[in-house]
């Protein structure tokens, strides 16, 4: 077994990496893993580094840790890259995805996954995405590629079309909202079976069981006595309705549908406790853990807080380098795996993970009103990726038509202004000939 070496691209997101860190050399059989941070920003990427070296001595473990902005050098013979880029950054990006919108009424909450927000989201990243996988297909062809980068569908969908290297998305919404339902119930997570499936951040709860017994009833006795969290009254509404429980949380769901942000209806807004502009706030939060961070990282006296994460990330290592198999919730291609979705388009469902890589498992039919929830983000997903891999702009005009929360506010002369208004204000992030 030899020591696997590790890419993180997009390591100057310190917070994120230090998670990922920490869970890799928590392992014993990964401990003397090498590990290469790669970042554009420099200053970024130095925090990083100095935080990956302090959890190599708090764990004293003979891993090397190394950080480059040399693309090239990262990648060359990694087995395992993890992709944690956000193409444009807040600033500019996300910016730019929130405040245009606004100017036609249209509000948003996360706008990274579908929405007008995350249509631009994805035209910005997959077809960088895509230049890095041509690189991986010349120095790292055998890597398995690891995507938390949003939109994750599109991303995944879209490297599908124009790669040959391997790659699953990761996204930790299904353990949380296990976790939050657990509480919510008062029964240990770790006694909870589930099986989940659909598409990223649209995903449900097929099965919720305790010893065999279905927890469902359990969770409408929340409701029923009053006990839903405020800040999840989307999702719990949606389960009065649906009889299924999604996995992603209220505010970002609020937006994937058409019924609870609409303008001149302040009600719902109250009604639902919807945190509108959302992740704008979490990002200027998390500029300022990041300054804690790295003013903690340059006192010699201060440690790092090691805390094994949620995510699935190095427990693929850990199965594929040591052949022990283990069950993650991943994101793939669907191939006969969700037999009422559409073949090709980008799946959620439970994957063994042994030496033989990622394996999914078969689905079939899913409750045919979930997948018609599904099939209007899919066609979202499905018309920009089509954009980015053909070249044809009109397509994300379509997919802006289609997208159940903009065209529940905006009318069809509306849709295309904005749509050609974010597209000028993205400039260079946005590749040339769909600009």
């Keep these: 077994m030899h020591a696997p070496k590790i890419t993180f691209i997009g390591a100057g997101s310190t917070v994120f990496a230090k998670h990922l860190m920490g869970d890799i050399l928590s392992f014993e059989e990964l401990r003397d893993a090498e590990i290469v941070l790669y970042d554009i920003d420099e200053q ?44 444009a950054g807040y600033k500019p990006g996300t910016v730019i995805d929130f405040e245009t919108p606004k100017a036609y009424g249209l509000r948003q909450t996360i706008a990274d996954t579908l929405g007008i927000g995350g249509i631009m989201r994805a035209l910005r990243t997959v077809p960088v995405l895509a230049d890095m996988s041509k690189d991986m297909e010349r120095l790292c062809p055998d890597t398995l590629h690891i995507n938390y980068a949003n939109p994750m569908a599109m991303n995944c969908w ?17 353990p949380h909202t ?15 079976d589930y099986l989940v499936a659909g598409i990223n951040h649209m995903a449900f709860y097929l099965k919720f069981e305790h010893k065999g017994e279905d927890l469902y ?11 839903v969290p405020n800040w999840n009254r989307v999702r719990y509404d949606m389960f009065k309705r649906l009889g299924y429980f999604v996995t992603e949380s209220s505010e970002h769901f609020s937006e994937y549908v058409p019924w609870y ?21 979490r990002c200027e939060s998390q500029i300022a853990d990041w300054q804690t961070l790295s003013k903690d990282m340059q006192d010699p006296d201060k440690t790092v807080e090691i805390e094994r994460s949620v995510e699935y990330g190095s427990h693929i290592i850990r199965a594929m ?30 994957c063994l993970v042994d030496r033989n890589g990622i394996q999914p498992t078969r689905i079939g039919a899913l409750p045919p009103h979930l997948a018609a929830l599904m099939q209007t983000n899919i066609n979202v997903q499905a018309l920009t990726v089509e954009a980015i891999v053909t070249g044809n702009r009109d397509h994300i005009f379509h997919a802006a038509m289609l997208d159940p929360h903009t065209a529940a506010e905006l009318d069809l002369d509306q849709i295309w202004a904005l749509t050609g208004d974010l597209l000028k204000a993205h400039g260079d992030w946005i590749p040339e000939n769909l600009r």
């Design 44 to 87: 970024r990427l130095s925090e990083s580094l100095a935080v990956g070296n302090k959890i190599k001595r708090q764990l004293d473990v003979p891993a090397r840790i190394s950080a480059t902005t040399d693309r090239s050098r990262a990648l060359d013979g990694a087995d395992f890259c993890i992709n944690m880029i956000q193409v």
């Design 158 to 174: 879209g490297l599908n079309r124009l790669s040959k290297i391997r790659t699953v998305g990761l996204c930790h919404s299904v």
């Design 178 to 192: 296990a976790g939050e339902l657990s509480e919510d119930i008062g029964v240990p997570v770790e006694e909870i």
């Design 217 to 227: 009833p359990r969770i409408r006795q929340v409701m029923e006595e009053g006990r």
């Design 261 to 281: 942000i609409k303008s001149g209806r302040e009600d719902l807004i109250e009604r639902f406790n919807i945190p509108l502009d959302e992740y704008p706030r």
């Design 321 to 350: 380098v040591t052949g022990q198999p283990a069950v993650i919730y991943g994101n793939v291609i669907n191939d006969q795996i969700i037999s009422n979705l559409p073949q090709g388009c980008c799946v959620e469902v439970p």
